[in-house]
T-cell receptor, first 112, second 112 residues
Framework: EPEVTQTPSHQVTQMGQEVILRCVPI?????FYWYRQILGQKVEFLVS????????KSEIFDDQFSVERPDGSNFTLKIRSTKLEDSAMYFC??????????FGQGTRLTVV | GESVGLHLPTLSVQEGDNSIINCAYS??????FIWYKQESGKGPQFIID?????DKRQGQRVTVLLNKTVKHLSLQIAATQPGDSAVYFC???????????FGGGTRLMVKP
């Protein structure tokens, strides 16, 4: 069964460093998303991406964040200068029609 | 200050019993809803969805009920099994490609 894959599963970084979280969405999907979940809290939307551009973003997705689809298979989230409060699980999701979204297993980002 | 993490409502059921998990959604403009299951350390797993032109949809051992009048969604799990133990989230969506807005989640604990 096709699935969304994310790498790495766990990333530890020093405050102020840049991180890139990687995702391979399901191959025939057209809509891509990043969400995050701070430990013990609910899943929060960050950004959606369609037709090679950001279609929607939340207040969390400030200038420190960016997304890219560098080729036909990868979808990345970059955090330019990480802060302690960026520590969370980051989930990539993809959708064929922009409705049902399938999530990856997440990257646990720990900022120290 | 605010305590870290959500205090999730918890539903504890006996193995073999039926479970009903409830969700109140926020936006009357939402027209598509999904139930997700999240096991510890994993990403949200799609269970079942429903569009607003329906009030009931059945899957394998699961049924989703939608009451648009009171903005309420429920997930019924028949013959609950230990493997059903997880946190369950409802999510709502306004239009294709739009973000999913997640509810706070309910922890389901199945006693053998």
């Amino acid at each position: 069964e096709p699935e969304v894959t994310q790498t790495p599963s766990h990333q530890v970084t020093q405050m102020g460093q840049e991180v890139i979280l990687r995702c391979v969405p399901i191959s025939n999907h057209l809509y891509f998303y990043w969400y995050r979940q701070i430990l013990g809290q609910k899943v929060e939307f960050l950004v959606s991406f369609y037709n090679n551009e950001i279609s929607e973003k939340s207040e969390i997705f400030d200038d420190q964040f960016s997304v890219e689809r560098p080729d036909g298979s990868n979808f990345t989230l970059k955090i330019r200068s990480t802060k302690l409060e960026d520590s969370a699980m980051y989930f990539c999701a993809s959708s064929e029609r922009g409705r049902e979204a399938f999530f990856g297993q997440g990257t646990r980002l720990t900022v120290v | 200050g605010e305590s870290v993490g959500l205090h999730l409502p918890t539903l504890s059921v006996q193995e073999g019993d039926n479970s009903i998990i409830n969700c109140a959604y926020s936006n009357s403009a939402s027209d598509y809803f999904i139930w997700y299951k999240q096991e510890s350390g994993k990403g949200p797993q799609f269970i079942i969805d429903i569009r607003s032109n329906m009030d009931k949809r059945q899957g394998q051992r699961v049924t989703v009920l939608l009451n648009k009048t009171v903005k309420h969604l429920s997930l019924q799990i028949a013959a609950t099994q230990p493997g059903d133990s997880a946190v369950y989230f409802c999510a709502e969506n306004i239009y294709a490609g739009n973000m999913l807005t997640f509810g706070g989640g309910t922890r389901l604990m199945v006693k053998p």
